[in-house]
T-cell receptor, first 114, second 115 residues
Framework: AQSVSQHNHHVILSEAASLELGCNYSYGGTVNLFWYVQYPGQHLQLLLKYFSGDPLVKGIKGFEAEFIKSKFSFNLRKPSVQWSDTAEYFCAVITSGGYQKVTFGIGTKLQVIP | EAGVTQFPSHSVIEKGQTVTLRCDPISGHDNLYWYRRVMGKEIKFLLHFVKESKQDESGMPNNRFLAERTGGTYSTLKVQPAELEDSGVYFC?????????????FGPGTRLTVL
């Protein structure tokens, strides 16, 4: 069964600092990779996704993630965070096929200090 | 376009009582999923409907949980009788069948507290 590991459970950054959240998955087959975000009081929403092609994917609000197949990793990055990025971030994977269950990481709470 | 909605947003019940959670997916989405997040843990898959049929219910914890999706529209998740360990946030998600990118659209969740 697939699993997802997020290395940082709670991250505190000052505004304008750079962000990198680690994510590793374990699954031998083809996977689709996602980062979801939950802002305070809001729904989980998709930040970005990787299915195939360019391993560097760009999402909303200046976020990007790089899929490194050899490392089973899909780290999330943002060069300069803002206070409004304060949220919980979830790395997630589904097996190829597109309609299977999502396996989530435990989530990383990001707090950005003005 | 209306998103996924869930009702209620919060529910506080006593151990042994019954609770029914409801999810209304995005109109036209054939796939409907239930997930649960126990405090401090991952969001875990419970089950997956395709229209009114259960495609995968491998994540259902035990037979105290019953999910239905009559008519292939909204879904209910009943917990009977509730136990303390059932506390958590229950998320519903939906996705279309054809042309899907695999993205699932999530509702706001129902926070269930069992006392």
């Amino acid at each position: 069964a697939q699993s997802v590991s997020q290395h940082n459970h709670h991250v505190i950054l000052s505004e304008a600092a750079s962000l990198e959240l680690g994510c590793n998955y374990s699954y031998g087959g083809t996977v689709n990779l996602f980062w979801y975000v939950q802002y305070p009081g809001q729904h989980l929403q998709l930040l970005l996704k990787y299915f195939s092609g360019d391993p560097l994917v760009k999402g909303i609000k200046g976020f990007e993630a790089e899929f490194i197949k050899s490392k089973f990793s899909f780290n999330l990055r943002k060069p300069s965070v803002q206070w409004s990025d304060t949220a919980e971030y979830f790395c997630a994977v589904i097996t190829s096929g597109g309609y299977q269950k999502v396996t989530f990481g435990i989530g990383t709470k990001l707090q950005v200090i003005p | 376009e209306a998103g996924v909605t869930q009702f209620p947003s919060h529910s506080v019940i006593e151990k042994g009582q019954t609770v029914t959670l409801r999810c209304d997916p995005i109109s036209g989405h054939d796939n409907l999923y239930w997930y649960r997040r126990v405090m401090g843990k991952e969001i875990k898959f419970l089950l997956h409907f395709v229209k009114e049929s259960k495609q995968d219910e491998s994540g259902m914890p035990n037979n105290r949980f019953l999910a239905e999706r009559t008519g292939g529209t909204y879904s209910t998740l009943k917990v009977q009788p509730a136990e303390l360990e059932d506390s958590g946030v229950y998320f519903c998600a939906s996705s279309p069948t054809s042309g899907s990118s695999g993205e699932q659209f999530f509702g706001p969740g129902t926070r269930l507290t069992v006392l």
